[in-house]
């Protein structure tokens, strides 16, 4: 689908980043207090520091704190547009629809213009079934931007039943530069709504039409619209002539439906609201990394507002909340992607990874649990399950969902050694060098250019002290591919080390150092090598900051080791402990 010209984009979002835009780069979000109860009025100076703490959480995306501290301060102020704006705004990321209403009302009746209280408006009387009401506030200078203008005139006609004028109103976005695809899409739609497939297969196969095959819920309805008028052949030649044979779970079913003969029923948008709901996510989609992720996550939430079913909506809300690392409120978006849909399996591990951003790794563990009891033979689920698993610190059990993974590998090919490295990871944490070793060159031999491969498989070895000149040509090769990594570089330091080539390895341990500058490891290997290079003062402060950074137990007790006794003493113990079997 086109882009909209900036002038399209600078209207329908510039004034809400005016108004409600965060502040500048670097403030973060403040934590509110009991949201229980609000502090009492009496108990405030004024309001200036409730709005203030509202503007940065807002800025930080923080919209649970953001909503309760412009309520405190519309305690003081209750008729203040600014505060009743950003609250509206507040309260609609966070998808609390019908409360945005009432404030957005009373910011209307203070004779505002908002855009954003405009939406939320609009929304409430859609859901209410009062379309005359929406052409009414658009009469009286409602506005939520150029495009979307036209589409809610035209849906909120159709929503009265006057499809005349809804035609009128359709065709007019149609002859405006620019917005021809909008136009012939949102009409195409309303026409199947009325049962006039015919009709609406005729505008979507306009040739002026052609950038809807750029938008999935375009093609979705088209090939309902083609299966509805029995040319399912038609409809799975559409799939296959836009996507080819690569294709996600519920285009995949689509298809097979069709494929099969199987009438597919329309269900795009079967009613005006849900018209309305598709009209907003066809902006958020276009809008999509162009605009304000705020204003882009207020057109998705009042999309399922609309239309509570829309499982697109809902996915991309939930994906805009993880980029804005909302993560409970993303994980929230996830679950409500029901059991059934296509999408639920992708859903879910969303919901997981949320979770564990969110801190709640047992949560996570118990829904990828679930999923892979559920899905055994899907081994997204399975290395998703794998991995939190190890990330908890099971690793006995996260290896044998790794293996049971590996098993529906029937021809292993370039994209699983990602399986293997995993598997081999744990294996390597787990103390089983042989069973890693296995696994890192099995991955290798499908990916041999892989940086993290060559590292793993290189610092084994170097830990180890084997192989050592094979070990730092991998390790050498994965800082050629991968040169600003620090824990890659650590590993060429660390072969130099170990090889007794104390001076070589300085500049590297340093640059390691740079880029990983809090990582308890990086930090104790720079004060190992600066004792051998005789920098010992130096090797002593090193050690020091690695015990800061909460290494693992059994590295706190050699680093506490050296510093005591110094690492020549550590080292000859060892050795001698190692030639005794211990």
Known sequence: MPRPTLSLILASSLAFGLACGPLAAGTTATTPPPAAKPADVADLPDSAGAYLAARQALGSHDFAAAAYWFGVA?????????????AVTALLAQGHVAEAGKLARTLSALGSKSQI?????LTDDA?????????????????????????VTAWAEVGTGKMSDASAAFDKIIATPGMETFGLYHKALALAQTGDFEGAEKLLSDPKAAAI???RRGVLAHAEILSQLERGKDAVALIDRVYGPVLDDGLADLRRRLAAGEPVPFDVARTPQEGLAEAFFTLATVLADQADDTFTLINTRISTALRPDHVEAQLMTARLLDKLQQYDLAAEAFAKVPVGDAAYVSAVVGQANASIEAGKVDVAVGLLKL???????????LTAYGDTLRRQGHCDTAIGVYSQAIGLITKPSAGDWPIYYRRGGCNFEKGDWPAAEADYKTALALAPNEPRLLNELGYGYVDRGENLDIALAMIQKA??????QGYII????????????????????????????VDPV????????????????????????????????????????KLDVGLDQVLKDEKAAAANGG
């Open 74 to 86: 519309l305690q003081v102020d209750p008729q203040n547009p600014d505060l009743l704006e950003g």
């Open 213 to 215: 095959n750029g938008l």
């Open 371 to 381: 999923l892979a009891d559920t899905h055994p033979k899907d081994s997204g689920v």
């Open 117 to 121: 209280g405009a939406m939320t408006i």
């Open 490 to 517: 650590d590993s060429l330091a660390w072969a130099y080390f170990r090889m007794g080539r104390y001076a070589e390895a300085v500049v590297p341990q340093e640059k390691a150092s740079v880029l990983m500058p």
């Open 127 to 151: 859901i209410n079934g009062d379309f005359a009401g929406i052409l009414k506030a658009q009469a009286a200078g409602a506005s939520i931007g150029q495009l979307m203008d036209g589409l």
């Open 522 to 561: 990086v930090t104790d290997h720079l004060g190992d090598v600066y004792w051998m290079v005789g920098r010992k003062r130096e090797a002593q402060y090193q050690w020091h900051r690695a015990l800061s950074f909460k290494p693992e137990d059994k590295d706190v007790a050699r680093i506490n080791r």
């Open 479 to 484: 800082v050629d591919a991968a040169p600003d």
